[in-house]
């Protein structure tokens, strides 16, 4: 049986694309992942999504989502999705081993923050760790915190959190900074800022269940020497990585992933194809524009089946 649209991917743009089409009587088929939910799951309070204000638990949000799409008829399936054909129409999607066809998609596959690849950070995400600035800063009022990186994304995240933390201090584990000058004369000029020059975190010290995270460890990079230290909040601004791999040579990508999609538009390079959320947004990455854009691409959707007709 060919279905109307499959929807790639959950979170706030997945589940808004596939509220948005149930209730155009679409009967959306909705592959939530690896990660249902996407990255707010692994976020603790949100405190800036409109309607909640007392703020709210990242997967509880993700909860409230889910449960509206399922209301209006979404079908939801708990599987990763491993191989597309987007060359002819209906469009081929397989998730272990079974084959799944549909006259149109929705991408919102998201995009992952990179992380430094120690055990404990995961665990911490959330409680002293973040990779989001613009979310988070907000909890770091007056507190100490460093940022981990050289290029433009640790330049932005140091330069938002001066507005709310007593002192920054940038960890970078080379003695150059590779961000654009502009914004390294941002920080430079900013009195609030400290650098670290070659050094690198190698560990992390806390409890998710107590304080949250307490002191890194930092190790030059040029002696190994070791050296422990208190810290309220460690930002990490490495970048992200667009969850695109499936869709290389299959759809048009920028040079580091992102899927390019049309002006004023979420159809991407093949008709009835559409993305939304961070999968095409590499520069604002929130909740509620990501749910903005999972509208936008449902009623993008919605149009061009009808023109099937």
Known sequence: ??????????????????????????????????????????????????????????????DKFRSQSKRFGTEILSQHVDEVDFSKSPFKVVSGGTEYLAKSIIISTGASAKLLGLDVEKKLMGYGVSAC??????????????????????????????????????????????ASKIMQDKVFNNEKI??????????????????????????????NERTTIDCDGLFLGIGHTPNSSIFESKLDLDKTG???????????????????????????????????????????CEKYLENLH
Request: proline share 5%; net charge negative.
């Open 133 to 178: 600035a613009t979310c988070d800063a907000f909890f770091y009022k007056d507190k100490k915190v460093f940022v981990v990186g050289g290029g433009d994304s640790a330049m932005e995240e140091a330069t938002f959190l001066t507005k709310f933390a007593s002192s920054v201090t940038i960890i970078h584990r080379r003695d150059v900074f590779r």
């Open 1 to 62: 049986m060919v279905k109307n649209v499959i929807i790639i991917g959950s979170g706030p743009a997945g589940y808004t694309a596939a509220l948005y089409c149930a209730r155009a009587d679409l009967q959306p088929l909705l592959f939530e992942g690896n990660q249902p939910g996407g990255q707010l799951t692994i976020t603790t309070d949100v405190e800036n999504y409109p309607g909640f204000p007392d703020g709210i638990m990242g997967p509880e949000l993700m």
């Open 194 to 223: 400290d650098v670290m020059w070659n050094s690198s975190v190698v560990d992390m010290i806390g409890e998710p269940d107590k304080k949250g995270l307490e002191s890194i460890v930092v190790e030059n990079t040029v002696s």
């Open 258 to 300: 992102y899927i390019i999609t049309k002006p004023e538009s979420t159809e991407t390079s093949i008709p009835g194809v559409f993305a939304a959320g961070d999968i095409m947004d590499s520069i604002y990455r929130q909740a509620i524009t990501a749910a903005g854009s999972g509208c936008m691409a449902a009623l993008d």
